[in-house]
């Protein structure tokens, strides 16, 4: 086994970095961290790239664990459920749970990575900006940067080198070289932009700050989440080409038209739309994923950079900080074995990674076209009438993935049986009150067992 006061260097300073620093330092090892982006706190950052972030159960855990938690209050906004806007401008309120503590909590993507940041030198972590990983020497274990400020090449003792560059990793890339790496990359046809509701007078909110609001229009959608300072955070999500797509939406009478005519309610509080939009870059969606997640004991991929899921169950950063807690759980029942550690960390959280893969695809479909559907609605009634006769055995799958730290790979499994249940007793009634009971009872009591949530 090798000493603890062994350097880490961790590679991105994005959301899961400084936190996995911060866990790392806590255990007496030092970490430096790489950074290619120029240090946000000191330069703005471009328009259309902060989008918010829902955090959640796993989020929440990694935080508290980390002591960070109490801190991000001041700048959370918690929300109790899905504010749906139909095209008449009405709005239906779908709360997320029957137990009212059951929130999920928007943030700033940049406020958070701010914190996280300050949490990790504050702590003793060195971050280097504007530091991009080029590459590794694993001969002369060596890491190669390119200092972006001196427009030169660096290079640096590699140690264990722990990659958390995100979505487009490179050091994965680099990995994708070696012998049996496997790697899948699943791009939606949908692409996303970010539009902002500026606050009211007296910086309040113009929608209801308690929800995460959603315009559902089948083959697009627009959210938007809420901000302390009154604003609200939107994404647009349409196609990228054909009907309803970013490819027609080229000019202000085209985005103004398109707008009035699909999210009329909108138009009224987003005096600079036309300007945002042209402003803000489109951005892409992907599912990655790959095998294996290290090299040897030299090098590990951690949160996005091993597994990058599309955004419809909020649970990118959720999952990437609950990387970070399972690999502090292994290193503290293993040591720094880290090839043995990085082999148990894959073993224990691929299963779980790709589970909630695909589950964020289909949350998408359902959030794009399913929760304005009457039937769809029906069904959310039976779900919440055998989750309240049944609360252990019969929990919902946004429950389990959200307000509990169910495995993703249990949830995903439960979930499909909970729908056949659902489908069968759904069948032919249309009210609750004609649900057969004593067929639940044998079909919930007999395929679900209860659920530890402890
Ligand atoms: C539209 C959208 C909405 C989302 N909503 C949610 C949500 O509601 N809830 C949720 O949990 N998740 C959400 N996510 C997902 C979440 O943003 C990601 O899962 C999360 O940012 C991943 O964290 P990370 O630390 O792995 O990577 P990142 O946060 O992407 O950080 C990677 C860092 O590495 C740096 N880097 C990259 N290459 C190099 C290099 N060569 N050298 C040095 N540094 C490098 C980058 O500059 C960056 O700072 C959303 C994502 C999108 C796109």
Redesign the pocket.
């Known amino acids: 086994m090798k000493s603890k006061s062994q350097s880490i260097r961790l ?7 400084p ?1 996995l620093a911060i866990e790392l330092v806590k255990r007496g090892f030092e970490v430096e961290i ?4 120029p240090d946000m706190r000191r330069v703005g950052m471009s328009a259309g790239r902060s ?6 159960a796993r ?1 929440i855990h990694a935080l508290t664990q980390a002591g960070l938690w109490n801190q991000m209050q001041r700048i959370i906004v918690p929300m109790k459920g899905r504010m749906i806007h139909s095209l008449a401008s009405g709005i239906t309120f779908q709360p997320y749970s029957r137990n009212v503590s059951d929130v ?1 909590n ?1 943030i700033s ?1 940049a406020e958070l ?1 701010i914190a996280l940041m300050n949490a990790a030198e504050a702590r003793g972590v060195k971050i280097n900006f504007q ?4 590459g590794m020497n694993l001969q002369a274990g060596k890491l190669q ?2 200092d972006e400020a001196a427009d030169k090449a660096d290079s640096v003792d590699a140690g264990v080198v722990i990659g ?8 994965r890339r680099d990995m994708l070289t070696h012998n049996r790496f496997n790697f899948s990359q699943q791009h939606l046809d949908y692409g ?1 932009k ?1 539009l902002t509701i500026p606050a009211g007078p007296g910086g309040k909110h113009l929608l209801d700050p308690q929800g995460l609001h959603i315009w559902p229009r089948g083959n697009h959608m627009l959210i938007a ?1 809420p901000n302390t300072d009154g604003t609200f955070a939107c ?1 647009l ?1 349409l196609p990228f080409e054909g009907r309803d797509s970013f490819a027609q939406l080229l000019n202000a009478e085209e985005v103004g038209e398109f707008f009035r005519s699909r999210f009329p309610d909108v138009v009224p509080l987003m005096p600079e739309l036309v300007d945002n939009f042209h402003a803000n870059p489109v ?1 892409s ?1 992907v599912t990655i994923k790959c095998s294996p997640w290290h090299f040897e004991d030299k090098a590990l991929l ?5 597994h ?4 419809f ?9 609950e ?1 970070c807690t399972v690999l502090m759980e292994l290193l503290d029942l293993h040591g720094p074995d880290w090839r043995l550690v990085f082999r148990e960390f894959e073993n224990a959280r691929r299963v779980n990674t790709d589970a909630i893969a695909d589950m964020a695809v289909e949350n998408f479909i359902e959030m794009r076209d399913r929760v304005g559907d009457a039937r769809f609605l029906f069904r959310k009634k039976v779900e919440l009438a055998l989750h309240e006769k049944y609360p252990k055995n019969f929990v919902p799958k946004y429950s389990m993935v959200t307000f509990l730290r169910v495995p993703y790979a249990t949830a995903m499994r439960r979930g499909q049986i909970q729908d056949r249940i659902l489908t069968d007793l759904c069948e032919d009634i249309d009210r609750v009150d004609d649900l057969d009971w004593s067929r639940a009872e044998v079909l919930v009591t007999g395929q679900l067992t209860p659920l530890d949530f402890s």
Do not use: H, K, W
């Not at 530091?131 to 080029?134: E, G, L």
């Not at 951690?302 to 091993?306: E, I, V």
């Not at 990058?308 to 955004?311: K, T, W």
């Not at 169950?313 to 900080?321: L, S």
């Open positions: 590679v991105g300073s994005g959301l899961s970095g936190l790489f950074e290619r982006r989008i918010n972030l829902a955090l959640s989020g999920i928007s993507r990575n530091m991009r990983y080029t940067l390119y958390c560059d995100g979505s487009a990793s490179a050091i996303y970010e989440l994404i999500f951005g969606m951690l949160g996005d950079s091993a990058a899921i599309v955004p169950f909020g649970q990118g950063i959720n999952c990437g900080f990387d």
